[in-house]
Structures are given as structure tokens and as C-alpha cells.
């Protein structure tokens, strides 16, 4: 009874320690152990730049946690991790996203931002490391990036699937990139994500930037000089 009343009010009951294994559970274990390397590859670039790290489309979380886990592994004494997301899934996707996908708007609202710390907090970082060196922030890109408190960004993790949320995040933040920074760009040359490859293409033509790909892991990136 009680779920039926709190869905009739657009609320869910769950349990708050199965938050973490439904977050698993949406691995792809050799995906991931295949990311994880990745990651630590790409982020052992950045051990002598300052700045922040920064993902935007967080989804399930995969990718966040395992920032999250090697920031805590590096015991950066200022470095901070930033996850921004709708929260409330895509934006209406544009004609450029067009593919046999088919995106549709309020897909991927996956998570809330207090079952994201929750998450992290049950990967066992410690709380007052996730209080003090995490910061969520919910919100659409042009509403949140423009008004980011951010300075630098050592490395730069966009997932964030749509056209125009590639040529926002692009926009906002890729100045704020340091050099020798890294960015990592998780849709680039994806059949079921045009409008990715066209938002970075046409961001970066008339630079001498031109996305890398990576040969274990297939993703692309590139590094600012």
C-alpha cells in the first residue's frame, strides 16, 4: 500500500543498501576492467598538473566511481571531482542525434544525487572525503556550467551522448582545461551518437586539435597544449 501511494506521488521505495549493487549491476565487468585501465592510464598523466577533474554525464555512476576511487588513491592535497548531470535524464535531442538509437528526451534518469553519494559513500572512500572532495551538481549544462565554480580542469570526462550538450560542455569548459590536460571524449565516432563526433568536430575545426584514439580501449581523447 504504501508503494502505491508514494508512486501515485512520483516517489519510489527502495532500499537504500541496495543502491549500490543496482549501480553494479549495470556492469559490464570486462567493459569495465577494460575502463578502469584506461582511466588510470589517462589520469597518471595528469599527477603533476594542478586542476580539477571534471564529469559531465554521470549516468550509473561507472565511470565516476572509478574517478572517484583513484582520487582518493592519489591523495591530491587540492584536487576535487565534479560530477554534473541533468539528473532528469536527456534534453530534447536535435535533429543532428538523429540514428537508429533514437534518443528520446528523459532517457537515462538513472540516479538522484543523494543515491550518487549514497554510492560513494557505500564504496567506502570515507564520508568526509566524499563531503569534502566530491561535488554534485544537478542541473541541465547550460544552466550549470556557465555559473561553475571551476578554475582549472586537469582532466575532462564528457559522456554526455547529444549535439548540443557536447558543443555546451565544450564551450564552457574546455578553456578552463589546463595545458597538458586531458579530454576524454566517450561517444566520439559512435554510429548510435552522430551528433557527438559533429559537436567536437566542429568545435575543434578551425584548431590544430584533432581527437586520438586510443587502441586498447577504442576511446578517443586528446590533449591540450
Given at each position: 500500500?504504501?508503494?502505491?501511494?508514494?508512486?501515485?506521488?512520483?516517489?519510489?521505495?527502495?532500499?537504500?543498501?541496495?543502491?549500490?549493487?543496482?549501480?553494479?549491476?549495470?556492469?559490464?565487468?570486462g567493459?569495465?576492467?577494460?575502463?578502469?585501465?584506461?582511466?588510470?592510464?589517462?589520469?597518471?598523466?595528469?599527477?603533476?598538473?594542478?586542476?580539477?577533474?571534471?564529469?559531465?554525464?554521470?549516468?550509473?555512476?561507472?565511470?565516476?566511481?572509478v574517478?572517484?576511487?583513484?582520487?582518493r588513491?592519489?591523495?591530491h592535497?587540492?584536487?576535487?571531482?565534479?560530477?554534473?548531470?541533468?539528473?532528469?535524464?536527456?534534453?530534447?535531442?536535435?535533429?543532428?542525434?538523429?540514428?537508429?538509437?533514437?534518443?528520446?528526451?528523459?532517457?537515462?534518469?538513472?540516479?538522484?544525487?543523494?543515491?550518487?553519494?549514497?554510492?560513494?559513500?557505500?564504496?567506502?572512500?570515507?564520508?568526509?572525503?566524499?563531503?569534502?572532495?566530491?561535488?554534485?551538481?544537478?542541473?541541465?549544462?547550460e544552466?550549470?556550467?556557465?555559473?561553475?565554480?571551476?578554475?582549472?580542469?586537469?582532466?575532462?570526462?564528457l559522456?554526455?551522448?547529444?549535439?548540443?550538450s557536447?558543443?555546451?560542455?565544450?564551450?564552457?569548459?574546455?578553456?578552463?582545461?589546463?595545458?597538458?590536460?586531458?579530454?576524454?571524449f566517450?561517444?566520439?565516432?559512435?554510429?548510435?551518437w552522430?551528433?557527438?563526433?559533429?559537436?567536437?568536430?566542429?568545435?575543434?575545426?578551425?584548431?590544430?586539435?584533432?581527437?586520438?584514439?586510443?587502441?586498447?580501449?577504442?576511446?578517443?581523447?586528446?590533449?591540450?597544449?
Open positions: 500500500m504504501l508503494k502505491k501511494l508514494l508512486s501515485r506521488t512520483g516517489y519510489e521505495l527502495r532500499r537504500s543498501e541496495e543502491l549500490y549493487l543496482n549501480s553494479l549491476r549495470q556492469f559490464d565487468y567493459k569495465i576492467f577494460k575502463q578502469i585501465l584506461y582511466f588510470h592510464a589517462q589520469y597518471a598523466k595528469i599527477k603533476n598538473l594542478s586542476g580539477d577533474i571534471v564529469e559531465c554525464g554521470v549516468g550509473y555512476s561507472r565511470t565516476f566511481q574517478l572517484a576511487c583513484l582520487l588513491k592519489e591523495e592535497p587540492s584536487r576535487v571531482l565534479y560530477g554534473f548531470d541533468s539528473f532528469e535524464g536527456f534534453p530534447e535531442p536535435r535533429a543532428e542525434d538523429a540514428s537508429a538509437r533514437n534518443p528520446k528526451k528523459g532517457e537515462w534518469k538513472v540516479l538522484t544525487p543523494e543515491e550518487l553519494h549514497r554510492i560513494l559513500v557505500q564504496l567506502r572512500l570515507g564520508e568526509e572525503f566524499v563531503d569534502a572532495r566530491i561535488r554534485i551538481v544537478k542541473g541541465f549544462f544552466d550549470t556550467l556557465p555559473k561553475a565554480n571551476l578554475e582549472k580542469i586537469a582532466l575532462l570526462h559522456d554526455v551522448d547529444l549535439y548540443q557536447y558543443k555546451t560542455c565544450l564551450e564552457c569548459l574546455f578553456p578552463k582545461v589546463v595545458s597538458g590536460g586531458i579530454v576524454l566517450d561517444e566520439y565516432d559512435t554510429p548510435n552522430p551528433g557527438a563526433k559533429k559537436a567536437i568536430d566542429e568545435y575543434f575545426q578551425h584548431t590544430s586539435y584533432r581527437p586520438q584514439k586510443d587502441a586498447e580501449s577504442g576511446k578517443y581523447f586528446l590533449i591540450k597544449t
